[in-house]
């Protein structure tokens, strides 16, 4: 079995083939799809060439199935989706909507992992402290 991503709201299944695929939407109106990597740490992003990604801009993200925003309590700035793996063990995945911010945090537990430059930004909201 691979990896699988999911909507933590109605379960549905985010990623297609190579690419996870989410509805996203700027403060000033702009919507279209993104494809991100599975591969957490991988910031390579995907978009219509009409609907650009700007650095240091924040973006909602929405199921594109139940279109849920995909949000997290912990901090206005994280999205949130389920990535279940091999072994069928869920883990949350925590990242950032700014673009350009590289910021994933996956947590299953006590248990978690850490990727990006940017990983400590959003550790004080997630009640972990960084890897020793």
Same mark, same amino acid.
């Given at each position: 079995?691979? @990896? =699988?991503?999911?909507?933590?709201?109605?379960?549905?299944?985010?990623? $297609?083939?190579?690419?996870?695929?989410?509805?996203?939407? @700027?403060?000033?109106?702009?919507?279209?799809?993104?494809?991100? #990597?599975?591969?957490?740490?991988?910031?390579? $992003?995907? @978009? !219509?060439?009409?609907?650009? +990604? !700007? +650095?240091?801009?924040?973006?909602?993200?929405?199921?594109?199935?139940?279109?849920?925003?995909?949000?997290? &309590?912990? =901090?206005?700035?994280?999205?949130? $989706?389920?990535?279940?793996?091999? !072994?069928?063990? !869920?883990?949350?995945?925590?990242? #950032?909507? +700014?673009?350009?911010? /590289? #910021?994933?945090?996956?947590? $299953?537990?006590?248990?978690?992992?850490?990727?990006? &430059?940017? /990983?400590?930004?959003?550790?004080?909201?997630?009640?972990?402290?960084?890897?020793?």
């Amino acid at each position: 079995m691979k @990896t =699988h991503f999911i909507c933590p709201r109605c379960k549905g299944y985010l990623d $297609v083939g190579e690419q996870i695929i989410l509805a996203a939407n @700027t403060e000033h109106n702009d919507a279209g799809l993104i494809l991100l #990597s599975p591969e957490l740490g991988n910031y390579t $992003v995907k @978009t !219509n060439s009409q609907f650009k +990604i !700007n +650095i240091g801009e924040k973006y909602d993200f929405y199921c594109p199935v139940c279109h849920e925003k995909l949000a997290t &309590d912990l =901090h206005d700035n994280l999205s949130k $989706v389920i990535l279940i793996d091999e !072994n069928n063990i !869920n883990y949350e995945i925590l990242f #950032s909507k +700014i673009a350009g911010e /590289k #910021s994933t945090y996956k947590i $299953v537990g006590e248990s978690f992992e850490l990727f990006g &430059d940017h /990983k400590s930004k959003y550790l004080n909201f997630i009640n972990l402290s960084e890897l020793k």
